[in-house]
């Protein structure tokens, strides 16, 4: 029933893409963004590109014309301008008929007329460039709709044969990058999961059906995406990254409650009492963990950025789900294919040799008790370890060896781990931060190609800032002076700023170049401007627009020259004072980018160290405990530090999606530090001295700690065979990070807590500060 809830909430699930996941909607930002400039100037363009021997012929015309009069009608259009447009609405102030040129004769002669007229649309004599211009406000589902009926009424629209028609643009670019990265990231996890079965039985052969982890963790990604659409919390592009992490973290809580499960059935007992020891000891030891992996990912919701905030969200609904797929849907599985075995109904199974001599073992054991005669149990000594297995396997006997090995070199480790850690905190604050757009996506994609042969072609397609003046009379005379002026301030000053569109240049020529002196000249001027042409610059009354054409500024400048650029541009209206009454507002595109760049990167440390407070100050809540709250801790600090020196070391750069790495560490690597200390107490409460307590648990524990770690590092690894280099460099650095977390966790973490257990535990002024009661 959950599973058919989840699937029904599943299709509520809406894929978010807008400026409200880059930016608050309740930050000035946005506001201006959105009410200024995207409700009033802002639209998006479909440009088609038409390429051929002869672009100026009647027939190409008149085929442009027939595409016009099928495309205009679709719903989310606002605009269509392409020559044959133009030279129809010449004929009309000309004439007063709409009509083309029924000539190439004809057509030539209104170009050279009218030069200006057709100087973006007509770029050379091999390129015929249309734009469509699409409702700013239209959503991608919207846009992606309005595509692929503008691709079926080009074909329909029969232009002569010997012409490539691109359609490209900025909708088309992100409609398709969208898609590529879903069908990539999809076909990566496919990977990821034979990849992950390949693992499993390699490291996790000492349990019966190995391969049981992945359906639970399976069934608590459905129940996540079911959950995520009932609670309202978007798909971005983000969120997918989300995936990968709650598969890494869910396989543990999985595999942990399966070997424990195991274990206590090796060790001989019934399965009914297997099942409520590992429910006993594994399931609070978990729970701590994934608590404290939930405040380490409560860090994420200081970003002021929407779509980190629903990472968060994402990365605290999956890991309770998988949680509750483990500890129910998994040891119940576990516990129902044990009977089976056991009782084998209807003679499904044949029983190997030395299950039935388990299984008379047990009948024995079974029918002394019955007759009063109960086995004693050993004596323990707390001299004579005994492992956790009498016949340990490779794994176990190499981290036994590793673990008395790291006992004898505590003071060592802990120095060189010490500094090492320090140094590369130091080195992090060096790494550069990759904030060039271009650069997340593959160079060869065949819509990013088209679209750097349209930059290349048509003019006015490169990065924009876009200056939204509100106004007591658009008329005004002052104003249109002071915005010509400030223009031509603009691209005679500034090396980047390659010119300054508004609706004066429109006024001036249809007024010999010059303004007009009195409001009553001017209102008669817009008058006469095409209603397409003055609406991208003027709004009701109150506002007016100037497009600062930036060029390719995000690769030659990046976030950080765009952002220098709006500040400088700042300070120029700020020293050009505008007409009392009169102010300005910068916004766009790249306004909205270089705050989204911002708020992803600016904000990485200070996510971490949140990250660390808190799951610190839940340690000590829960365990009320020095050592207990410091022990995890510790090993995550030197986790980040290493990190650090690892990327430093590989020349990594930071980008959008690697710069929350830190929240990520502190969720994974936190827990496996916590169920290896969990672990560990238990054992000495037993009776084990720390030294054999640690070996224990890292022969318990551990190897199911190995066996996840293992399986998330070559799920993780398939990210890195990504095109997207966004994605790829996410996947190689979340598995250097898992390594790392695993290096610290049987290297560091065993010498460490028997340390601070031994010189710290005892001290009872700390225990009884912390409210824990003396023996």
């Known amino acids: ?174 409609l398709d990058i969208n898609k590529q990265m879903g069908q990539s990231m999809g076909l990566l996890l496919g990977i990821a999961a034979f990849l992950m079965i390949g693992v499993l039985f390699l490291v ?181 370890f005994k492992p956790a297995f009498q016949n340990p396997g490779a794994l176990e006997k190499i981290l036994q060896n590793l673990t008395g090995f790291t006992l004898k070199h505590t003071w060592a480790l802990l120095i060189i781990a010490s500094l090492t850690a320090a140094s590369g905190v130091y080195m992090d604050q060096s790494i550069p931060i990759k904030t060039d757009t271009n650069s997340f996506i593959p160079q060869d994609m065949p819509s990013l190609v ?43 000053s500034r090396g980047h700023i390659y010119s300054a569109t508004s609706i004066v240049k429109l006024v001036k020529e249809r007024n010999g170049g010059v303004l007009p002196e009195s409001s009553q000249a001017i209102k008669a001027i817009y008058a006469k401007i095409p209603a397409n042409q003055k609406e991208e610059y003027i709004k009701g009354n109150q506002l007016l627009h100037i497009d600062l054409d930036i060029g390719s500024a995000m690769n030659e400048l990046q976030i950080t020259g765009i952002s220098e650029l709006k500040e400088i541009v700042a300070e120029d209206i700020r020293w050009m004072q505008p007409p009392p009454g009169v102010t300005v507002t910068i916004t766009g595109e790249s306004a909205v980018l270089i705050e989204m760049i911002a708020g992803l990167t600016s904000g990485r440390v200070k996510m971490t160290m949140l990250g660390v407070f808190l799951v610190l100050l839940g340690l000590f809540v829960v365990y009320r405990n020095p050592v207990k709250a410091f022990s995890p801790i510790i090993p995550m600090l030197i986790v980040i530090g290493w990190s650090g020196l690892v990327m430093k070391g590989m020349n990594l750069d930071y980008n959008p999606m690697t710069a929350v790495m830190g929240a990520l560490i502190l969720g994974v690597g936190s827990e496996y530090s916590i169920l290896m200390m969990e672990r560990y107490y238990e054992e000495k409460e037993k009776g084990l001295n720390p030294q054999a307590a640690i070996t224990q648990a890292v022969t318990t524990t551990g190897t199911a700690l190995v066996a996840s770690g293992a399986t998330t590092v070559f799920g993780f690894s398939a990210l890195i065979a990504s095109p997207f280099p966004i994605i790829s460099d996410f996947g190689l650095v979340t598995v250097i990070d898992v390594l790392l977390a695993m290096l610290v966790t049987f290297v560091i973490f065993p010498p460490l807590v028997v340390f601070m257990d031994s010189k710290l535990g005892n001290f009872k002024k700390y225990n009884m500060y912390f409210g824990e009661s003396q023996k």
């Open 204 to 384: 996790f052969r000492n349990v019966r059906w190995g391969l049981l982890p992945l359906p639970v963790v399976l069934l608590g990604i459905i129940f996540t995406f079911g959950f995520m659409g009932y609670t309202g919390v978007p798909m971005t592009m983000v969120s997918m990254a989300a995936f990968p992490v709650l598969i890494g973290i869910g396989i543990d809580y999985a595999i942990q409650f399966h070997n424990r499960m195991e274990e206590e059935i090796k060790f001989g007992k019934s399965p009914e009492k297997a099942l409520v020891h590992t429910v006993k000891h594994t399931g609070p030891a978990v729970l701590i963990a994934l608590t404290m992996t939930a405040l380490g990912f409560v860090s994420l919701f200081t970003s002021t950025v929407p779509m980190i905030r629903d990472f968060g969200k994402l990365l605290l609904i999956g890991i309770v789900m998988c949680y509750l797929s483990s500890l129910f849907f998994g040891l119940v599985t576990l516990y129902s294919f044990d009977w089976l075995t056991r009782k084998n109904p209807f003679g499904l199974f044949k029983k190997k040799k030395k299950s039935e001599e388990s299984d008379q073992k047990e009948q024995n054991i079974n029918k002394n008790k019955k007759r009063g005669k109960a086995l004693k149990p050993e004596p323990l000594s707390l001299g004579a």
């Open 450 to 492: 088209d679209f750097h042969h349209m930059q290349s072609v048509m003019s006015g397609q490169g990065n924009h800032l876009n200056l939204i003046l509100k106004v007591e009379d658009t008329s005004d005379p002052t104003v249109l002076q002071w915005m010509d002026e400030f223009e031509k301030h603009e691209v005679a």
């Open 1 to 174: 029933m959950l599973v058919l809830l989840s699937f029904q909430g599943a299709q509520q699930i809406e894929m978010a893409s807008g400026t409200e996941t880059q930016v608050s909607k309740d930050s000035q930002l946005y506001k201006d963004y959105a009410h200024l400039f995207l409700n009033s100037f802002s639209k998006d363009s479909l440009i088609v590109m038409v390429e051929g021997n002869e672009v100026k012929s009647a027939a190409l015309l008149k085929a442009a014309d027939r595409f016009a009069l099928q495309t205009e009608g679709l719903f989310g259009i606002n605009t269509f301008l392409s020559p044959a447009s133009v030279l129809k609405q010449i004929n009309y102030e000309l004439s007063g008929r709409a009509k083309l040129p029924e000539s190439d004769q004809e057509v030539q002669k209104l170009l050279e007329t009218y030069p200006s007229s057709f100087e973006t649309l007509l770029p050379d004599e091999s390129h015929m460039l249309i734009s469509i211009g699409i409702k700013g406000s239209a959503t991608d589902k919207q846009k992606e709709d309005l595509l692929k009926a503008v691709q079926i009424s080009a074909k329909e629209a029969a232009f002569p044969p010997g012409y490539v028609l691109t359609i490209t643009g900025g909708p088309a670019l992100m």
